[in-house]
């Protein structure tokens, strides 16, 4: 009797199990639905996506996909993990199924696409942690589609070297593709391999075409260094071009980089002193026809090189002349003012012209020759030091009026970087 009654317990026991576990898997995957099922996926505000629901019993890894009439599948969902509970995502056509296409303007990395128009059907699966799976499956219809791919056409970097110190050699770079359509974002950044989280982004400057509109875009970009930021770490990068429309197309471009010397220079005289020969006082008395000479400092004090360019110290000006007519004189054209290049220079209050008599900010022995494009340029290196003197000859008298005379570092074309330096009073008599 007690036999009996064990074998009836135990027989109930794992039928009630059997049902528990029936039920369970049951449970798994249910209320599945896609509504509606026609869209047209071209960001236009009407019917641009599906609503996708479904509910989970227990946790499992959910996959969502598309067949189409090929026989081809495109995941929107793959193996996520999901929490049991209820879920609902809107789905506009896209799939993230990265590949490279190159339809004659370059390779083009596509991140994300809207498929074609067509049928498809549509599965949810779900995979429990036993790997039992459960899915339910209906067919959606694509129609107008928004398909072409917002791509960066002849995405171009030049050069890719560069050296952006506001030396007017190589201090830029020009970044340009064409669109095909109107976008949504476009953004434009380089990305060091060794930190490829940190971004640094280049903005585009507007012109008669706007950021994101179709047509040809181009950017200077010259590390920030104009803006006074510092340049990012010298080193080889890569430049991406990204670009996404409403519709969801992603296309994403990309090239190479390298900066070099790159940052904001930075340069004093010595201490603001300048040794004016015979000054006491603050004043210098000079004969006509005698000279005022002087010999001072600089220094580099910032991280990337400076470039400079004659006349070299120790050249004598007269007071008739200035930099441009000594160069006229002389035929040697790297005295004019160039864009980029340092010099040290005096000045004097009733003067026409800024700066009218300038100087190499060192000697040959102090600087660094770099031949550029088979030209000669000299550098002063960072944390360096060089030497300057010169003098003007008083072959006619200053204008009447002439009371103070100064020095200032002027990097040509971009600002006088220090000004009105070891201020003097200078008197002109008869020899």
């Known amino acids: 009797?007690?036999?009996?009654?064990?074998?009836?317990?135990?027989?109930?026991?794992?039928?009630?199990?059997?049902?528990?576990?029936?039920?369970?898997?049951?449970?798994?995957?249910?209320?599945?639905?896609?509504?509606?099922?026609?869209?047209?996926?071209?960001?236009?505000?009407?019917?641009d996506a599906t609503n996708i629901r479904y509910s989970l019993g227990r946790t499992?890894?959910?996959?969502?996909?598309?067949?189409?009439?090929?026989?081809n599948r495109h995941y929107f969902r793959r193996d996520q993990l999901r929490s049991p509970g209820d879920y609902q995502v809107a789905w506009g056509g896209v799939v993230n199924e990265p590949e490279v296409v190159d339809?004659?303007?370059?390779?083009?990395?596509?991140?994300?696409?809207?498929l074609p128009d067509g049928d498809y059907t549509w599965t949810v699966e779900a995979r429990d942690e036993r790997g039992r799976v459960a899915s339910q499956s209906g067919t959606i219809t694509l129609v107008d589609g928004d398909v072409v791919l917002p791509e960066l056409q002849n995405f171009t970097v030049a050069p890719q070297r560069f050296t952006p110190n506001?030396?007017?050699?190589?201090?830029?770079?020009?970044?340009?593709?064409?669109?095909?359509?109107?976008?949504?974002?476009?953004?434009?950044?380089?990305?060091?391999?060794?930190?490829?989280a940190f971004k640094y982004f280049i903005a585009e400057k507007e012109r008669v075409i706007r950021p994101g509109e179709r047509g040809y875009h181009e950017y200077r970009y010259e590390a920030d260094v104009d803006?006074?930021?510092?340049?990012?770490?010298?080193?080889?990068?890569?430049?991406?071009?990204?670009?996404?429309?409403?519709?969801?197309?992603?296309?994403?471009?990309?090239?190479?980089?390298?900066?070099?010397?790159?940052?904001?220079?930075?340069?004093?005289?010595?201490?603001?002193?300048?040794?004016?020969?015979?000054?006491?006082?603050?004043?210098?008395?000079?004969?006509?026809?005698?000279?005022?000479c002087f010999t001072t400092t600089i220094q580099n004090e910032g991280t990337v090189s400076i470039r400079t360019a004659g006349p070299w110290p120790?050249?004598?000006?007269?007071?008739?002349?200035?930099?441009?007519?000594?160069a006229n004189?002389?035929?040697?054209?790297?005295?004019?003012?160039?864009?980029?290049?340092?010099?040290?220079?005096?000045?004097f209050d009733t003067t026409g012209y800024d700066f009218p008599f300038r100087w190499a900010i060192g000697r040959p022995e102090d600087l660094e020759m770099r031949l550029i494009d088979g030209v000669e340029q000299w550098y002063l290196l960072p944390g360096q030091r060089s030497q300057v003197s010169g003098c003007i000859e008083f072959d006619q008298a200053p204008p009447v009026g002439t009371n103070f005379w100064w020095g200032g570092l002027i990097h040509e074309f971009v600002s006088v970087a220090n000004n009105y330096v070891d201020r003097i009073s200078v008197n002109v008599g008869a020899p």
């Not at 020009?174 to 060794?194: A, N, R």
Request: glycine share 10%; aromatic share 8%; net charge negative.
């Open 103 to 114: 339809h004659g303007f370059g390779p083009q990395q596509v991140m994300g696409r809207v």
């Open 329 to 347: 004189e002389l035929g040697d054209s790297s005295l004019y003012q160039q864009a980029g290049v340092w010099r040290f220079g005096v000045n």
């Open 60 to 71: 499992a890894e959910v996959s969502i996909y598309f067949d189409d009439a090929q026989g």
């Open 227 to 292: 803006q006074g930021a510092e340049a990012p770490p010298d080193g080889d990068y890569i430049i991406y071009g990204e670009a996404r429309d409403l519709a969801g197309n992603h296309v994403v471009v990309s090239s190479t980089l390298t900066i070099e010397d790159g940052g904001k220079p930075r340069a004093d005289i010595l201490q603001g002193e300048i040794d004016w020969v015979g000054e006491t006082n603050r004043v210098v008395s000079v004969p006509l026809g005698g000279s005022l």
């Open 314 to 326: 120790g050249t004598t000006y007269k007071f008739s002349q200035n930099h441009n007519t000594l």
């Open 1 to 47: 009797m007690r036999l009996m009654r064990f074998l009836s317990v135990t027989a109930t026991l794992a039928a009630l199990a059997l049902l528990a576990a029936a039920c369970s898997f049951g449970s798994l995957l249910t209320n599945v639905a896609m509504s509606p099922a026609v869209i047209s996926p071209n960001a236009d505000g009407s019917d």
């Open 166 to 196: 506001q030396d007017s050699i190589d201090d830029w770079v020009s970044i340009s593709y064409y669109l095909p359509k109107d976008v949504d974002d476009v953004q434009v950044y380089l990305v060091d391999p060794k930190e490829p």
